[in-house]
């Protein structure tokens, strides 16, 4: 029987998310005063921050090379006000210059955008600043797109990933980035270096990703991310040696009280279990006749691993799992089965574990336990088939257009507790919703939230003017699309949680196959041998307590403290030694 064990290496609070897409805004009127906005023809108010050609595209972010010249008063007057951090008065006047109000040329306009994006960050309107920023970052033709990659890394401090700063830090090369390396910006080049080999990541260039992560030291609050992703980086370049090298790189500076870590405990936990990971998948190799080769001592190693996942971490139960896939591999049923045992154990009765039963299964049959193995199945099939069917239903109430919306609406009930689902299917829909990519992008929808109500609470000249309608507007539709995008996330999560159930599902059917396949090639054997022979048992699993330990007999009964100490004889039937 196949194993179905699934690699599952991303974790930490960083995602590997998608690229976040333009807004694309409507044109506003020219010759709108300061303090008054001319609603368009449809109702809504101007949304494009730089928007005021004919084809869509801001006068001063023309894409060849541009110069300025002398500016005109009113680009004086604006200039004066951002010297003077009057802020929002700033913002008004420079948004009539980037308009091309003031007869500008293409050069100050570029300049005064780049103004008007600081004077939103400095009126915390952070997604409208960085609107304008990755505007500036997508021309490297900009008077200031050199500039604009420091302001990328404080937006990037700013806004949750999900907005997608590593997107706009990617428009930049090495070489852009190492003139921050000085003695006064090297934390810059360090952060900037993390964000850059994210997005070389992104692109699957795993060799630049680790070129730049390796140039993030020890003491950047920046290392241990680095390291991570430097880990599976090389993962996905299938060098396991480097790849744990990475990950033990993480321990050691936790030991050595590395600074910037938001959790620690946390960080260690993954650390150990992405080693048991890498470990565990490089432990398995084809040899020239494509036959399974196990490396017993690399399997050895990845539980030791896995056996320093704390307890208490919200990833235990996972690596007692994989491990007992480890134990199966190895041949050590015994503790393959006490793990499975453990996870089913009262004291987690939110844990969603189908491919256990699977597993279990597994194990009868190849120990020839054929009705043990049989019933398993039987009672899986009894557990999971309405569930798979009552998950399916909720599914397709959110197909056709809108569904994005509607489905972000369904996770935030689902976190509340209010989506009215039934006991067997709640505790599962609230797994498969829970990823930290998730809880992201909530909470990327919850920081526009509050850039919306600083709005608010801005005075009515600014929240009045030209670039304080573009402002709101702009928020709103980065909201409207961050929910449509955590939406689709969402849906994507459910969908695949599904399908794995269903995937556990055939493969249970698939042992019955086996199942009566064997039955059948034991009975002919019988037949042709013409006598009904007593097979010999060969026990797996007896266990020889040492000075530190008592064996303790199960009854029905849990107790914390043995929790990942459960041992469970097995009694092959296959005949002696086999």
């Known amino acids: 029987m196949a194993k179905s064990y699934r690699w599952l290496l991303i974790a930490l609070s960083l995602s590997l998310g998608v690229s976040a897409a333009e807004a694309q805004g409507k044109r506003g009127k020219k010759g709108a005063k300061a303090g008054v906005t001319e609603p368009a023809k449809s109702g809504k108010r101007t949304i494009d921050l730089d928007a005021d050609g004919d084809d869509g595209k801001s006068r001063g972010d023309d894409e060849g090379p541009v110069t300025a010249g002398e500016m005109t008063e009113a680009a004086a007057q604006a200039k004066r006000l951002f010297d003077q951090e009057r802020w929002g008065e700033a913002a008004m006047m420079l948004k009539q210059v980037v308009d091309g109000e003031s007869n500008d040329d293409a050069g100050n306009r570029q300049i005064a955008h780049y103004h008007l994006a600081i ?20 021309n490297p033709n900009h ?24 997107g706009a830090v990617g428009k930049y090369s090495k070489d852009q980035v190492a003139r921050f390396n000085n003695d006064q910006q090297r934390d810059l080049f360090f952060q900037l270096n993390y964000l850059l080999g994210r997005s070389m990541y992104r692109q699957r260039e795993f060799q630049q990703a680790i070129d ?19 880990g599976i980086s090389y993962v996905q370049l299938t060098k396991s040696a480097p790849a744990v090298r990475a990950f033990q790189r993480i321990i050691e500076a936790l030991d050595e009280g590395v600074e910037g870590v938001e959790d620690e405990a946390r960080m260690r936990d993954l650390a150990n279990l992405s080693i048991a990971r890498t470990l565990y998948s490089a432990s398995t190799r084809l040899d020239q006749n494509n036959v399974p080769k196990i490396d017993g001592k690399k399997i050895g190693y990845a539980v030791q691993y896995w056996n320093q996942v704390d307890v208490g971490s919200e990833y235990w139960l996972d690596a007692l799992f994989e491990q007992s896939w480890a134990y199966f591999m190895a041949s ?8 499975i045992h453990t996870i089913q154990s009262p004291y987690f009765p939110n844990s969603f574990f189908p491919e256990a039963e699977i597993l279990r299964a597994v194990i009868y049959f190849m120990t020839c336990q054929y009705d043990d193995a049989t019933s398993i199945v039987a009672r899986f099939d009894a557990r999971f088939v309405p569930i798979q069917k009552e998950l399916s239903a909720i599914l397709k109430r959110f197909e056709g257009e809108g569904s994005e919306q509607k489905f972000f609406d369904f996770l935030i009930a689902v976190r509340d507790g209010k989506a009215n689902l039934s006991p067997a299917v709640e505790p599962i829909v609230k797994n498969a919703l829970s990823d930290r990519e998730l809880l992201r992008n909530i909470e990327y929808v919850s920081v526009l939230d509050q850039e919306l109500e600083r709005f ?14 573009d402002v709101e507007d702009n928020v709103k539709i980065a909201k409207t699309d961050a929910m449509r995008k955590a939406g689709e996330l ?9 399908t794995e159930l269903e995937e556990h599902l ?64 097995v009694q092959s039937q296959c005949g002696s030694g086999k």
């Open 119 to 138: 004077a939103l960050y400095r009126l915390k309107f952070f997604q409208a600043s960085y609107d304008i920023f990755r505007r500036v970052a997508d």
């Open 143 to 166: 008077l200031k797109f050199k500039e604009t990659l420091l302001w990328l890394a404080k937006l990037a401090t700013q806004l949750p990933e999900p907005a997608d700063i590593i």
């Open 212 to 230: 730049l992560f390796s140039s993030v030291k020890k003491g950047s609050p920046y290392f241990v991310k680095s390291q991570f992703f430097m």
């Open 332 to 339: 050590d049923f015994p503790r393959a089965l006490g793990n």
């Open 456 to 469: 608010a609470s801005a005075n009515k000249g600014f929240q009045n003017s030209p670039v304080g309608a």
């Open 490 to 498: 969402a849906r994507r999560r459910y969908r695949r949680n599904l």
């Open 506 to 569: 055939r493969s249970a059917q698939k042992i019955i196959v086996d199942i009566t396949n064997a039955q059948r090639k034991k009975l002919d054997e019988q037949i042709e041998a013409g006598k009904w022979s007593q097979e010999d048992a060969y026990e797996f699993g007896r266990v020889s307590p040492d000075e530190e330990h008592v064996i303790w007999p199960y009854r029905d009964e849990y107790w914390r403290d043995e929790l990942g100490f459960y041992r469970q004889v």
